[in-house]
């Protein structure tokens, strides 16, 4: 006979570790991937996942289910970032082009990348991954309350509601935080980005696609891209939807072009001075 999740979250809450792997396993790959994107470290984002995993087990017996066990586990993996990422300083909009800058004139770095392209694996160079890259970079900017606010709101469906629980703040609170975060991300890339704004100084997707992808013709690849379509048409509001949409469809940590933007994130991080070296 098969045993209905309510039967086996109660089998988890009385302490079965098997019952409550086996509900865990139902969002890990979503948890992983947001915690990805909050910390930009591979292994780190592993640690919490795994971290969350055994936290989460030990209180398992003190949840009350007043709220999904999803939203639960995610508070608890939020918290536990939050204090590896308090230490950490904001991230400038310009890290990118630090980044670009370091890549330019380090040539261990430079060897890094031609290494990787040479060596197959997940290193297939994708701009729709790299837009997804910028997002996670621009979010970086945003106090940690506000990105991750935005992160779940607009990248993994939680509702406000949800978000209030995990933040431990009103719904009203949780909704300024959404709109300033927004309005940040939408202005940084209205300003910055060359796919929606030709005065844009940041063109780094189609000068990736040159060098790691010359194969693919760069204005083909521009024009399937809805945002690139929409940009001279939609307002930047609706711009920042169609951003967001796009990035919602992409796992940064198992994408095609997955090795390649760590290793880009890597340098960023390098660049902007939160990593020694690479």
């Given amino acids: 006979m098969e045993i209905t999740t309510d039967q086996t979250l109660k089998l988890a809450i009385n302490g079965d570790i098997n019952a409550f792997q086996t509900l865990f396993a139902t969002f890990q790959q979503p948890l992983k991937s947001y ?22 087990f030990d209180k398992v017996s003190t949840y009350k289910g007043t709220a999904s066990l999803k939203t639960w586990v995610f508070t608890i993996a939020t918290h536990l970032a939050y204090d590896h990422l308090k230490k950490q300083k904001r991230w400038l909009p310009d890290a990118q082009d630090q980044s670009k800058a370091l890549a330019g004139s380090d040539i261990r770095i430079r060897q890094a990348f031609s290494a990787l392209n040479n060596a197959g694996g997940e290193n297939t160079y994708e701009m729709k991954e790299h837009i997804d890259f910028c997002f996670t970079c621009i979010s970086k900017t945003l106090p940690i309350e506000n990105q991750v606010a935005l992160i779940l709101k607009d990248i993994y469906d939680f509702s406000v509601n949800e978000i209030s629980l995990i933040l431990e703040k009103t719904e009203g609170v949780v909704k300024h935080l959404l709109i300033d975060a927004r309005k940040t991300m939408t202005t940084i890339f209205d300003h910055r980005c060359a796919l929606i704004n030709k005065n844009g100084v940041c063109n780094q997707c189609s000068e990736l696609n040159g060098a790691f992808n010359p194969k693919q013709n760069k204005q083909e690849a521009l024009m399937k891209l809805e945002l690139v379509k929409a940009s001279k048409k939609f307002d930047r509001e609706q711009l920042y939807e169609l951003r967001a949409t796009l990035v919602k469809a992409i796992d940064p940590t198992r994408g095609k072009g997955a090795d390649l933007q760590d290793l880009i994130m890597k340098c960023t991080r390098v660049a902007i001075g939160e990593l020694e070296q690479m």
Wanted: proline share 0%; net charge negative.
């Fill in 35 to 56: 915690l990805y994107r909050l910390t930009t470290d591979r292994s780190d984002a592993e640690d919490l996942t795994h971290d969350t995993f055994v936290k989460a």
